[in-house]
């Protein structure tokens, strides 16, 4: 496998971890489930959402799902999809500080870069473009 795509990969599983951590805090916290284990509702999204990844032909370019100009979930499950980052967003940071800390600095660096990877405009955070 080249290094592109390996980095692809890394990037789809980090993708595909957050989403689930995200959906696990949403369920823990509305659905009063047990840590560890996720209701039907959520589990059934969790798994749409893991095939939706899975299945991303823009993995290597885009940054994150909420910046992709193509959104591939159905518009039911898109909406279920943002109640859950709704919820998530502002609590994952206490139970998961690395893997935020990490989506900050990549969120970061493609604003630099621009939203789509796009080069050479100038950087609000002071750093230069790729």
Partial sequence: MRRSDEETERKRARESRVVHEMIALYCRGIHHTAKGSLCPECEAL?????????????????TFCSVCSVHRYAPKRQEEIRQVMRYADPRILFRHPVMCLHHALLHRRWDCLGVHGRRGHLCPHGVGPG
């Fill in 46 to 62: 969790d798994a749409y959402a893991q095939k939706r990844i899975a299945r991303c032909p823009f993995m290597k370019e885009k």
